[in-house]
């Protein structure tokens, strides 16, 4: 199990980035798939990015690319997720999660990921 804890989060004006992290403790990191999702109240939680090993294994939602980054540093077991260009439909809980399998294509539905982080709020205003 890896244990998985979230920050950055917080209220930014729309037009505005947020940069989130999330620290990853427990079995070794750097094999496993890595992916941001997020959630608002009474909908499912939707996946934002993934990323395998490098940065070329990187994927993102639609809704999202072009406007957010999702990297990674092994070294110091953190996944990040830089969010520029916001926009106050990006508001959510942003969750970080950890597949324990290395995937060439990160999976995109949250029942394939077995650790999750508590979550960060973000809230874009308009």
């Known amino acids: 199990q890896v244990q998985l804890v979230e920050s950055g989060g917080g209220l930014v004006q729309a037009g505005g980035s947020l940069r989130l992290s999330c620290a990853a403790s427990g079995r070794a990191f750097s094999s496993n798939t890595m992916a941001w999702f997020r959630q608002t109240p009474g909908k499912e939680r939707e996946f934002v990015a993934g990323i395998g090993w490098g940065r070329s294994s990187a994927y993102y939602a639609d809704s999202v690319k072009g406007r957010f980054t999702i990297s990674r540093d092994n070294a110091k077991n953190t996944v990040y997720l830089q969010m520029n260009s916001l926009k106050p439909e990006d508001t959510a809980v942003y969750y970080c999660?950890?597949?324990?399998?290395?995937?060439?294509?990160?999976?995109?539905?949250?029942?394939?990921?077995?650790?999750w982080g508590q979550g960060t709020q973000v809230t874009v205003s308009s």
């Open positions: 999660a950890a597949d324990r399998d290395f995937r060439v294509v990160p999976f995109t539905t949250p029942d394939e990921y077995e650790d």
